[in-house]
């Protein structure tokens, strides 16, 4: 796997400073969680929740950011706050999925993606207040609902998701369990591995694995499938997924 993109060694943009003063700025009342990544590692733990498929996805999967914060209101809302990678007068601010929901809840709503920001925290705290939360409001408010009336499945209907894990060595392993979703991930560049039960994307790349992962969780969107980032263990050898067919791969990709 190649070495992830770094900052430049003058990068001085203080996350710890720019979130607390971007909290006192939002409306409400904001705790702060700040996290220096002694591990490239760390990045993906505290990024585990980063309800993203876009930008903030792309940043986390091809650069070592160094650290983040994480901003929590009153009434549970997260925001995940780091600098931006490829501006240096910008940071990244995205939202964090609810913890505890289960995944079939995701399905058909459309990720709330972050947005850059400038450096400038008032002016930030604009743009997230005008941007990000109204779009975050209505994803918490559709989660919150599809997870309080589950959907009623006939005899032998499987509920329909993506789990995506990143494994230690830096590829993605996507765990899924129907065949509209396996194709997605075949299209995408995915390769199903047997020994790991699991489609896996390499991480050799990473922005090319980062622009096939938000591709992937497109087209997944589109079809209501629900898609799910996770920082964890290899997924369970028992799990069941559909057995790619010979010739499944698709090279051309839809978009």
């Known amino acids: 796997m190649s070495a992830p993109r770094t900052l430049p060694a003058d990068d001085s943009r203080d996350v710890e400073s720019f979130a607390t003063v ?5 409306p409400g009342h904001w705790t702060i969680q ?7 590692e760390e990045q993906f733990t505290h990024a585990e929740n980063v309800w993203d498929l876009n930008e903030v996805a792309a940043a986390l999967a091809e650069y070592a950011l160094g650290s983040d914060a994480h ?23 995205a939202a964090i999925a609810p ?9 058909g709503v459309r990720e709330p993606d972050g947005i850059a920001v400038p450096a400038d925290a008032e ?10 939360l109204p779009r ?16 009623q499945p006939g005899p032998g209907a499987q509920q329909e998701q993506v789990v995506m894990t990143w494994l230690e060595d830096g590829s993605l392993a996507a765990v899924t369990t129907t065949r509209p979703s396996a ?11 047997s020994t790991a039960k699991a489609y896996v994307l390499g991480g050799d790349d ?12 497109a087209r997944l969107a589109r079809l209501g499938i629900a898609t799910v980032l996770r920082a964890a263990a290899r997924p369970s050898a028992e799990t069941t997924l559909p057995t790619p067919q010979p010739g499944a791969r698709t090279t051309a990709r839809t978009r």
């Open 71 to 93: 901003l929590v209101r009153d009434d549970g809302m997260s925001l995940y706050v780091t600098v931006h990678p490829r501006h240096e007068e910008e940071f990244l601010v």
């Open 136 to 151: 975050y409001d209505i994803a918490l408010a559709q989660v919150r609902h599809n997870a309080m009336n589950p959907p």
């Open 22 to 26: 971007l909290s006192e700025e939002l």
């Open 99 to 107: 913890a505890g929901v289960v995944p079939e809840a995701y399905a």
């Open 206 to 217: 990473t922005r090319a694995q980062a622009h096939a992962v938000r591709a992937a969780g």
């Open 34 to 40: 700040y996290h220096q990544h002694a591990r490239h």
């Open 183 to 193: 194709e997605v991930l075949l299209a995408e560049g995915f390769v199903w591995e």
């Open 123 to 132: 002016r930030a705290a604009r743009a997230v207040t005008a941007d990000l």
